[in-house]
């Protein structure tokens, strides 16, 4: 088999991993998508390393163990960000990243001071009064 294949295969997942990230407005979807991209990587790894290793007579594969590595990271990057994500939709309602930017504090989020400082003392008795 040619070199050509999995390599144009990679980078047509890796392209839809692309832009599922891009476009995707949902947390789960936008790491789905990110899975696929480290599939595409994991598909080129293994492929270069079977070409080297015909061509070179190399029985190291290293390309094949730099992939178990790949998803074993891949596996635990997908469990703490499910449980982020879960955390996230219990507190919030959504898992739509869009929403969940209006989460962060900032000066015009209610907070003690109008402009984001915190109030004086005369500001706290004005307030009781």
């Not at 947390?27 to 293994?46: F, G, K, P, Y």
Request: with cysteine.
């Amino acid at each position: 088999m040619h070199l050509a294949y999995p390599a144009v295969l990679s980078a047509l997942l890796f392209c839809t991993g692309l832009y599922g990230v891009l476009a995707r407005r949902n947390a789960i979807l936008v790491l789905m998508s990110v899975e696929l991209m480290l599939n595409a990587v994991n598909l080129n790894l293994v492929a270069f390393d079977v070409w080297l290793s015909k061509t070179a007579r190399d029985t190291l594969h290293s390309g094949q163990a730099l992939t178990l590595f790949t998803i074993a990271i891949a596996a635990a990057e997908i469990g703490i960000g499910l449980a982020i994500v879960l955390a996230v939709y219990r507190g919030r309602g959504t898992s739509d990243i869009d929403k969940l930017r209006d989460t962060a504090e900032g000066p015009d989020s209610g907070g003690p001071g109008t402009d984001g400082s915190t109030p004086t003392v005369a500001e706290k008795a004005e307030a009781t009064a």
